[in-house]
C-alpha cells in the first residue's frame, strides 16, 4: 500500500505471537524475541496507519514477513557488515538487526514517509549503534558524493523489490567483491534464475543459486536467490552530449531559457 489507512484503528492485539510459532519465533530470536514483539506491534499499528503494511497481513505478520525474513540469517556470516536496499518497513533489514545483534545493518529506503517510518523504529527498539537509515536510491549509495564516501557491504538483501537482473543491476554495487546478493524471492525463483543468470554474469556475478532457509523450522521455507560478486564491472559513463556544426553542444539552447 501506499496511502494512509483510513476507517478504524489498528488493533495492536493481530501483532501477538500465535501459539504454533513461538516454538520457532524463540529459536530464531533468543532472548531478543521481546525486541521482535516490539517491532511486530509498531508494524500493525504505525506501519499499517503510514501506508507500510496493509491491514489484511497484521494476522500475518510473524509467519508472512517476521519469521520469513529472519531465516535468512543462516545465510549470512559473523559481524557481517548488511545493506537492505528497498527496505521499506524494514524487512528484511530490521528483522535481521534484531535477530543478529553482531550484524551493522544500513537501509535504503529513498521514500521519505517509509524513512521516517524507519528512521522512528531503529529509535524506539534501541538499535541506532547498529543499525542506519540511508535516504536514497541503491545507485547513489553505491556512487557516493562528495560529502559521503560510497556504500559498501558483506551481504546485500531485497525482498519483493524486482527481477533479479535489475536487483543485479542495483545491489552487486553495494557489495564487496566475494559478498554476496541475498535476494528474497516467491514461487517463480527457479524461472528468474534461468532467465536472468547471463544478465547476473554480464553485471559481475556468479550463477545464482537457490536455497530454502528456515527448513524445519517455518513452513514453507524462505526461498532465497544468491549471488557472489565475483567481478567488479565498471558502470557505462554517460556520453557527453555531441557538439553542433556551431560548436554549441545539443541541448544548449534549452538551458539558456
Known sequence: MDGPVTGA?????DATLPPELAEAARALFGDRLDLAAAYAELLA??????GLIGPRETP??????????AVVAERVPADARVIDVGSGAGLPGLVLA??????T??????LARRVAFLV????RLGLTRSVRVFRGRADEAAAGSRDRDPLSADIVTARAVAPLDRLAGWCLPLTVPGGRLLAL?????????????DAVTRLGGGEPTLHRCGTGLIEPAATVVEVVRERVVNPKKPKAPKRSRGG?????RNRDR
Open 98 to 103: 534484531i535477530a543478529r545483534p553482531d550484524l
Open 248 to 252: 554549441r553542444r545539443r541541448g544548449d
Open 105 to 110: 545493518v544500513t537501509l535504503v529506503e529513498p
Open 60 to 69: 500475518r505478520l510473524w509467519d508472512r514477513h517476521l519469521l520469513n525474513c
Open 9 to 13: 484503528a489498528p488493533d495492536p492485539a
Open 45 to 50: 499499528t504505525e506501519g499499517v496507519l503510514r
Open 185 to 197: 524471492k516467491g514461487a517463480s525463483a527457479a524461472e528468474e534464475i534461468a532467465e536472468h543468470a
Open 120 to 123: 522512528e523504529a531503529v529509535q
